[in-house]
Every structure is written in structure tokens, then in C-alpha cells.
């Protein structure tokens, strides 16, 4: 049995990212969400030229030196520049321009004073304090130079980076393609949501849940269906699959019953079993399998990596958050760290330890006055009881052992996300 550590550190060493030859443009309006596949340099200088940051008047600093409320500057106004127009005309000792925010700044100027700081009477402008040199003015490439990195080789696109996209003309973009991430459950007991349940019979609900996971970390789910608890079938469910998907999820059969068979057919398909089981508490019987290694470890992507989840729902679940989502992100493009992210949080409730295992208990995390408190979700911990993972947000982590977390300790929470 590995420690969770060393299941983690094994299952991302089984990973390589996505490369090169795994790219596809996109529109930018299509591209939220997903993950850059090349740097991209600034064509511009960021601002385009030097602008006003201001409503006001572009003058020269030299003439308004000595000016304040009792000894004001007078200036003759002599052109107007609105936002989106770059005025010809220079200002002259003596002259100042009206200016708006975001105008170009004109020749000869180089400081803008707010409107608020002046008095206008016809084409004159008195100013009545000292700005200081190039106050509010914006100046070309102060924010990024031509050349410049804007944003690097496998950044999420979200509003900011689209915007700096957007900003730089890159209508379309490079982004590495979707992972794809097929799906199946095993289970004789299992039918889809649409069939009456006769006596014995659940609905196979962890491939809605796995679909859902998988598509919210940016991959695209590829739903096999429900594979019965026969060799035979589940041998042919899972060969037809490997040469479409970058991973296999499958739930149930990964125990120790009689009717768990998955681990047998994976070794039959030839896989390597890297994993059998883990010390974590739910989810113990976590299989992962890969394929042998070709030579070139550039053609190692051409194998789907096989995760083998426990059949419990809360147990599919937690493992796939804690185990899956390092791999999905990693595989995506995405760079280091891909752990979960933890935070610390305050137990509202004793948390139990268990000898053997490092335990994850499913509950709520609330921000209370700029402090993350943990309480259990309330009802049975138990790996079958989905119901009470209804609005839970975080997985608190108790290490193994005899020490119950006390209420009022402090206790790392994983994030569901
Ligand atoms: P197994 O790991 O196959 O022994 O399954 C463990 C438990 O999880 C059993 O109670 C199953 O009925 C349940 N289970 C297995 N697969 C699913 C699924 N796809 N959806 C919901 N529950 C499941
Ligand atoms: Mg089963």
C-alpha cells in the first residue's frame, strides 16, 4: 500500500504534458478556459503612444513652474484633442491643449494638468498649481515594450489574459486541444438514470459525476456507459477506448470481490498496475495503470494512463480530486504546482484520525471574519452516503494516526475544485 505521497508523486511521474503537436487555434472569443500553447510577445508597445491620463490641459511643465491658487498661470488654449485623434498641432511655449482621457499627447507637451486644478474663460486657461513634470501622462511602453512577453506557454485564459490578447490583436490563439478523458462504470447493479430501478438496482451516478469533474478542469469527457461485471465485456469497453482518450476513468471493481475484475483485464491488455492501493480513507482500493514505456518517451502520450476509481460514490470522488485532477492538469498543459490546493482552516468539530490511513472528511469551508473554518457535512461519513456531500466544498486531511484534530486546531482542507 503507498502512502499518498507516494501515489501522488508516482502518478505524476506517469504523466507527461501535452506537446507541440497537440495545438489547435482558436477564436478568442472561444479560447476562456483554455490553455495557452505558445508565449506570446507583445507586436505593440503598451500604451501605442503617450497619452493622457486625465480630462485637462497638455502644457509644457517649464511654463507652469511657479503656478498656485494666488500667482495662477494663464496659457492660450489652442486646439482641442478628444480620445482617438492625434493632433498636429505642437504647443508652443505659452500654449496649452483641452485634452481628454486617453488622447495622444501633443508635440511639444509633456505634462497634463487636471481640469479640476484650472479655470477656463474663452481660449485661455489659467492654472492653479504646479504640476509635476509629466504628471498624468500615460507614456508609450511603460506598461510592456515591443518584444516583450505578455503572457507565457501555458496560462489558463481567463478575462485578464484575454483582454491582454484582445489588447494585442491576437484574434485567434494557439491552445493545446482538450485532454479527452473517457468514462465508464462498471457494476451489474448499475443502470442508466432513464430505466426503472427493479430490487437490487442504483443508478449509475458516478459517471455523471466524473463527466462533470472532468469537464470543468478544461478536458473533454468521452462517456463510455455502463460495463457490466463480465471479463469479457469490460476487456472490450476498455481496448475499443485506448486508442481515442489520453486517460480512462473507470468506477467500481477494483476490490477485492469476486465480481472486481479490472485490475485482472488490465494486466490481460497488457498495462502496467503502478498502483493497487493507497492509504487514504476513502478510497484505499485505487488502481492506476499505464502502458509499458515505448522507447521514445515522446510517444508515451499515444497511451492512455488508467485510473481504476473505487465504486462508492464518495470514494470515486475523493480520490479523483485527489489523485486524477494532478494528472488532468499536468497532462493539460497547465504549469507546476498541479497538487490540490489546501488551505488552513479552523475545526468547528473533532476530526477522527484512522491508524492505517491519511483521512478525508468532506464537509464546509466558510470564510468567517477573514478565517477559513471547517465543519464536517453533517449525517453518515460514509463512502456509499453521497446525499450529505450536497454543498460541501472542501476535504479536510487528517493524518494517520491516534491524533484527533480538536475542535479549534488547525486543519489543512483541500479544496473540491
Ligand atoms: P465496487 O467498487 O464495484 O465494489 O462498488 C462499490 C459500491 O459502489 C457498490 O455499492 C456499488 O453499487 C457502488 N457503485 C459502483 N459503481 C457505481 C456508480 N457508477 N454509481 C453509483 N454507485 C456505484
Ligand atoms: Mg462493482
Redesign the pocket.
Known sequence: MLSVQEAEALILSLVDPLTRGDVEIVDLLEARGRILASSIASPVDFPHWDNSAMDGYAVRSEDVQTATADQPVTLTVVTEIPAGVASQQAIAPGQAARIFTGAVMPAGADTVVMQEQTQREGDRVTVLTTPKPQAFVRQQGSYARVGDHLLPTGCRLEAAAIAILAAAQCSEVSVFRRPRVAIL???D??VPIDQPLQPGQ?V????YALMALVAQLGCEPVSVGIVTDQPEVLKAAISQVVPLVDVIIS?????V?DY?YVEQILTELGLIIQVRSVAVKPGKPLTVASFPDPDDPGLRNLFPLYFGL????VSALVTFWRFVVPALRKLSGLPSPWQPTYVNAIAQQSLTPDRQRESYIWGHLKLVEGYYTFAPAGGSQTS?NLINLAGTNGLAVVPLGDAAIAPGEIVRVLLMQ
Do not use: A, Q
Not at 251 to 255: A, L
Not at 310 to 313: C, L, R, T
Open positions: 462504470s462498471t457494476g447493479e448499475l442504483i449509475d451516478s458516478n459517471r468506477s467500481g471493481g477494483v476490490s470481490g472486481d473505487p465504486g462508492n460514490p456509499g
